[in-house]
T-cell receptor
Framework: AQSVTQPDIHITVSEGASLELRCNYSYGATPYLFWYVQSPGQGLQLLLK??????LVQGIKGFEAEFKRSQSSFNLRKPSVHWSDAAEYFC????????????FGQGTELSVKP | KAGVTQTPRYLIKTRGQQVTLSCSPI?????VSWYQQTPGQGLQFLFE???????NKGNFPGRFSGRQFSNSRSEMNVSTLELGDSALYLC???????????????FGEGSRLTVL
């Protein structure tokens, strides 16, 4: 079955520290991979996406993610976290030809300590 | 340009009633997808419309329906509301390339439905 797993429900990091959010997927074909962020009371905003090519992708707000096919992972990283990064982060996988039908992970809530 | 607009933002209904939610996509976007977000089930795909046709459907009962108009605006309807339908309903638009859709969804802020 197609699925996305985000093992960490909640993570707390200190401001200025590095961050890595984990994402593992199970998918039968070549996936499109995404990371979205959701602030309280808001919709989701796309941080970055991977379709093909370079396995290290850069996104907005200083985030990057690395696609590792052998590990079925697409972890999100940021070298130095800012207090404004506190939000919920969702990893998602989508099929090549099924439009807007994305499968989302359960999300990881990020708290940032001053 | 304006983002995805969803109305109403908040609404309260009672069991057995029906509700209609509206979504105006980003100008030029022809694909509209709907998602249900709950604390227990997370984000779940409801359906997607493209050029007034339902292109994909998730695993929801027939009480959940939708449609898309010629101007790409979309509505979803939930009939015979149940307590479990309380959720944030998110609409997202995107720009497909022919039959393909890169999956880059632009989300609205959602309509929060409370069923009492």
């Amino acid at each position: 079955a197609q699925s996305v797993t985000q093992p960490d429900i909640h993570i707390t990091v200190s401001e200025g520290a590095s961050l890595e959010l984990r994402c593992n997927y199970s998918y039968g074909a070549t996936p499109y991979l995404f990371w979205y962020v959701q602030s309280p009371g808001q919709g989701l905003q796309l941080l970055l996406k991977y379709f093909s090519g370079d396995t290290l992708v850069q996104g907005i707000k200083g985030f990057e993610a690395e696609f590792k096919r052998s590990q079925s992972s697409f972890n999100l990283r940021k070298p130095s976290v800012h207090w404004s990064d506190a939000a919920e982060y969702f990893c998602a996988v989508g099929p090549y030809n099924q439009g807007g039908k994305l499968i989302f992970g359960q999300g990881t809530e990020l708290s940032v300590k001053p | 340009k304006a983002g995805v607009t969803q109305t109403p933002r908040y609404l309260i209904k009672t069991r057995g009633q029906q509700v209609t939610l509206s979504c105006s996509p980003i100008s030029g976007h022809r694909s509209v997808s709907w998602y249900q977000q709950t604390p227990g089930q997370g984000l779940q795909f409801l359906f997607e419309y493209f050029s007034e046709t339902q292109r994909n459907k998730g695993n929801f009962p027939g009480r959940f329906s939708g449609r898309q108009f010629s101007n790409s605006r979309s509505e979803m309807n939930v009939s015979t509301l149940e307590l479990g339908d309380s959720a944030l309903y998110l609409c997202a638009s995107s720009t497909p390339t022919g039959r393909l859709n890169t999956g880059e969804l632009f989300f609205g802020e959602g309509s929060r439905l409370t069923v009492l």
